[in-house]
Nanobody, 125 residues
Framework: EVQLVESGGGLVQAGESLRLSCAHS????????IGWFRQAPGKEREGVSC????????YYADSVKGRFTISSDNAKNTVYLQMNSLKPEDTAVYYC??????????????????WGQGTQVTVSS
């Protein structure tokens, strides 16, 4: 059974940092991509960042480029999202998801096969 479990969310002030974790298990394919997505109340889900297990390549949405960093610890089957210089507009539920055997790398949510339950990030001004 494929599982993705997010953790690390919380309430912070603008300018502060958080690190989200996505612990994944249940798939043996060594070619996959892990993506982070977020959804704020009343808004559509937005792709934030993703990382390829194949070559470690990464991709970022323009809204987080330069502030967020995605990384992977393959020994722990965990992907991290380091979020610095947080802004109130970063407030959302953050989800991680896995795309099995991806072609390329990207943040099209429809291509992702399994999703976690989400973790809340709230940034106060």
């Amino acid at each position: 059974e494929v599982q993705l479990v997010e953790s690390g969310g919380g309430l912070v002030q603008a300018g502060e940092s958080l690190r989200l974790s996505c612990a994944h298990s249940g798939f043996t394919n060594d070619n996959y991509a892990i993506g982070w997505f977020r959804q704020a109340p009343g808004k559509e889900r937005e792709g934030v960042s993703c990382i390829s297990s194949h070559d470690g390549s990464t991709y970022y949405a323009d809204s987080v480029k330069g502030r967020f960093t995605i990384s992977s610890d393959n020994a722990k089957n965990t992907v991290y999202l380091q979020m610095n210089s947080l802004k109130p507009e970063d407030t959302a539920v953050y989800y991680c998801a896995v795309e099995i055997s991806p072609i390329g790398i990207g943040l099209a949510a429809a291509l992702y096969d399994y999703w976690g339950q989400g973790t809340q990030v709230t940034v106060s001004s």
